[in-house]
């Protein structure tokens, strides 16, 4: 286990934000926020106050979904599966690049 220390006065980054930050950050309706965390797309971590935390990374992931269901006039549903397939693209081709190397 390694322990991450922290100089300094300041505050260290948190790996997760609001509800009210993310939407602010990724710009996406509410409604369509729910939406995402009923179907399971996104996971947000619940606090003892029954506020929700969304990842950091997942700002990149909703903007990117938000682009494709605007650019193509899609339902959330079939945004999603796009970017999913897409991430599963990504993530095979650092596969089969890796492989490469060791050829």
Same mark, same amino acid.
């Given at each position: 286990?390694?322990?991450?220390?922290?100089?300094?006065?300041?505050? +260290?980054r948190s790996?997760?934000?609001?509800?009210?930050?993310? +939407?602010? *950050?990724?710009?996406? /309706? /509410?409604?369509r *926020?729910g939406?995402?965390?009923?179907?399971?797309?996104?996971? /947000?971590?619940?606090?003892?106050?029954?506020?929700?935390?969304?990842?950091?990374?997942?700002?990149?992931? *909703?903007?990117?979904? #938000?682009?494709?269901?605007?650019?193509?006039?899609?339902?959330?549903?079939?945004?999603?599966?796009?970017?999913?397939?897409l991430?599963? +693209?990504? #993530?095979?081709?650092?596969?089969?690049?890796?492989?490469e190397k060791? *050829?």
């Amino acid at each position: 286990m390694t322990v991450n220390r922290h100089s300094g006065d300041l505050p +260290i980054r948190s790996e997760y934000i609001a509800w009210a930050e993310f +939407i602010e *950050l990724t710009g996406v /309706p /509410p409604v369509r *926020l729910g939406e995402l965390v009923e179907y399971g797309w996104l996971v /947000p971590v619940r606090t003892a106050g029954a506020e929700y935390l969304f990842r950091r990374l997942d700002v990149y992931r *909703l903007r990117k979904l #938000q682009r494709i269901c605007d650019d193509f006039e899609l339902p959330s549903v079939g945004g999603v599966i796009i970017v999913d397939l897409l991430e599963r +693209i990504d #993530q095979l081709e650092r596969k089969v690049s890796s492989l490469e190397k060791l *050829l």
